[in-house]
Structures are given as structure tokens and as C-alpha cells.
């Protein structure tokens, strides 16, 4: 993927409730939870003159759910931060995926793992520029990683260098998704 990053937790049927509730029932109170969870993370990056960059929400998601998941939890995260390490970390929103293909990208989740990480290519654009030029990626769930590479690749072509990325969940793929149900 050439990017490297934290996920607080595996993507399990609870975890995937959780989310869901969050993200579809608009019950935003559980970024409370995720954030704590999701705070150990930043140890690991050097946050001095960074920004936290929240993955943007397709169109359609957006006028579905009023809200971009990722964008409430790089604010919680920008203001936890700044409790725990009296370091202000901006939060850039400025990544979005470009007019003309917006509409067209197909749905990740009903995507195979290498179409998920074609899909997304040259699909994301910026607007204006983050207040530094060095930066930590959020999401909520990281699939295949095809999202965060995208990002990257938009932040890199305005100069902007991704430290890496922090998430909620991440999914286990297929052939160790097994292996994990039969080990708890």
C-alpha cells in the first residue's frame, strides 16, 4: 500500500454495529468512544506542524447521513490532542473526490479487493492547501487501504507529505478473517 498506520481494532460483527450507529443512525456520540480508543495511535507520529486530514464522504453518503464520519472524528481527535499534548493539529477537509467522477465511482464494499484498489485512482482532488505541509490521515474503517493511497497521492501532488494514517477498524481480509473467527 506504501503507507503505513494504526487501526485501534478488528472489524468484527460488533464492531461493524458500532459503526453502523455512528454512521447510519447518525448516533455521532459514539465518536467519544472511538477517539479514546483511537488516541493511543498518535505516540507513534511526530505531531509537531502537522495537520489531520479527515477521508471525505462520497456525494452521495454525504446527503444521505448530513455528515462525514471521518471529518467528526479528526475534529474530536484535533481537540483531544490538544488536551493531552497542548499541541493544536488544524484539521484539513479539503480532499474531496473530483465533480466528474464522483457520481461514477462504484461502491467499494461490492468491489473485489483488487478492484477496490483500482477503483479509486485519480479520483480525489484538493481544495486550497492544509496549514502544514505534513499530515496524518483519519477514517473510520480501512478496507483495502485504496482510499488512504488515494489520499495520499491528492496530498502529494500539492506538496504535502502523509506521515501515515489513523483509524477506527480495519478489515481483516478474506483468508485471515477465518483464521481470526476460529481463533476467538
Not at 464520519?69 to 475534529?75: Q, S
Not at 493539529?89 to 468491489?111: C, K, R, T
Amino acid at each position: 500500500m506504501g503507507l503505513s498506520g494504526f487501526a485501534t481494532t478488528t472489524y468484527t460483527p460488533q464492531v461493524a454495529s458500532l459503526i453502523h450507529e455512528f454512521k447510519e443512525v447518525q448516533q455521532t456520540s459514539l465518536a467519544k468512544i472511538f477517539t479514546k480508543a483511537m488516541m493511543p495511535a498518535f505516540e507513534n507520529f511526530e505531531l509537531q506542524n502537522c495537520t489531520l486530514v479527515n477521508m471525505p464522504s462520497k456525494q452521495k453518503s454525504f446527503a444521505t447521513r448530513g455528515f462525514v464520519p471521518a471529518k467528526v472524528l479528526a475534529n474530536r481527535l484535533s481537540r483531544l490532542i490538544a488536551k493531552q499534548h497542548n499541541l493544536l493539529l488544524p484539521v484539513y477537509g479539503g480532499l474531496g473526490y473530483s465533480n466528474a467522477v464522483s457520481n461514477q465511482i462504484s461502491d467499494q464494499a461490492a468491489l473485489s479487493g483488487k478492484d477496490r484498489r483500482t477503483n479509486l485512482i485519480g479520483t480525489m482532488r484538493t481544495r486550497g492547501r492544509p496549514r502544514f505541509s505534513r499530515a496524518i490521515l483519519i477514517d473510520d474503517i480501512v478496507t483495502t487501504g485504496s482510499t488512504l493511497v488515494e489520499a495520499k497521492r491528492a496530498l502529494g501532488d500539492i506538496g504535502v507529505e502523509v506521515l501515515g494514517f489513523v483509524a477506527f477498524a480495519e478489515t481483516l481480509p478474506k483468508n485471515k478473517q477465518k483464521r481470526h473467527a476460529e481463533s476467538v
